[in-house]
């Protein structure tokens, strides 16, 4: 299928030819004062064959949001994707594969200790009656458990 270069990167990714999961450098961006943007496709699901559910991908990302920012002062933003089979992650500055690898693990293992979701109330969610907290730590689990893989983006 030859589709026309899009804006989105993402869009310009076939993604029938990723091997989920896996963590790759979605975009570096160089601000006009010098700073850096590491945009990174944590993914944890195979595109167009599997998904997270919503309550699950909420939940981590209020997890993972909260418990980086214990590992790293250069986390951004970690954002669910719409299809449900990942999420992004912007870092300050120039980041390799591997120093993300850490941060994300280090991230994870943080969600399968703990013993709530941050954040999951009517005071501080837009829905807070949407999470699972067992959901995302079997969706953390099963990332973790495939560690090997992470640096493996197409098959």
Known sequence: M????????????????????????????QLPHGDVISKFDVRFTQPNVAHLEMPAVHSLEHLFAEHSRNHSDRVLDFSPMGCQTGFYLMLEGRWSTEEVAELVAATLTDVLDATEVPAANEVQCGWGANHTLTGAQDAARAFLAQRDAWATVTA
């Open 2 to 29: 030859d589709t026309p270069r899009m804006n989105v990167e993402s869009f310009n990714l076939d993604h029938r030819t990723v091997a989920a999961p896996y963590l790759r450098l979605a975009d570096l961006k």
